[in-house]
């Protein structure tokens, strides 16, 4: 079992920048893959990064890639996502959650997910 809070959401100007944290208690964190995933209203909940457990394989959704980066750091049960360039259609409620499976870019590989973090891009 694992608790995610996530946090770093907020308002910003299209071009600009945010970074979101998610932060884990329960169960060793160093033992699971992570992954973030994102929801506008009115869609469904869509993939957006993914990290294994070392940090040493990182995956991402055509939609971001070379504007988004996940990292990871196991001392601070942490693990963050840095978006660059942002567009409007990034703004979205953003979820972390925890791999439980093989299956790396669809929902129902995952479990454990936090609350959420608003993330709204004005333009």
């Known amino acids: 079992q694992v608790q995610l809070v996530e946090s770093g959401g907020g308002l910003v100007q299209a071009g600009g920048s945010l970074r979101l944290s998610c932060a884990a208690s329960?169960?060793?964190?160093?033992?699971?893959?992570m992954g973030w995933f994102r929801q506008a209203p009115g869609k469904e909940r869509e993939f957006v990064a993914a990290?294994?457990?070392?940090?040493?394989?990182?995956y991402y959704a055509d939609s971001v890639k070379g504007r988004f980066t996940i990292s990871r750091d196991n001392a601070k049960n942490t693990v963050y996502l840095q978006m660059n360039s942002l567009k409007s259609e990034d703004t979205a409620v953003y979820y972390c959650?925890?791999?439980?499976?093989?299956?790396?870019?669809?929902?129902?590989?995952?479990?454990?997910w936090g609350q959420g973090t608003q993330v709204t891009v004005s333009s």
């Open positions: 959650a925890v791999r439980t499976s093989e299956i790396i870019t669809e929902q129902r590989g995952y479990n454990y």
């Open positions: 329960g169960r060793t964190f160093s033992s699971n893959a």
């Open positions: 990290i294994s457990r070392s940090g040493g394989s990182t």
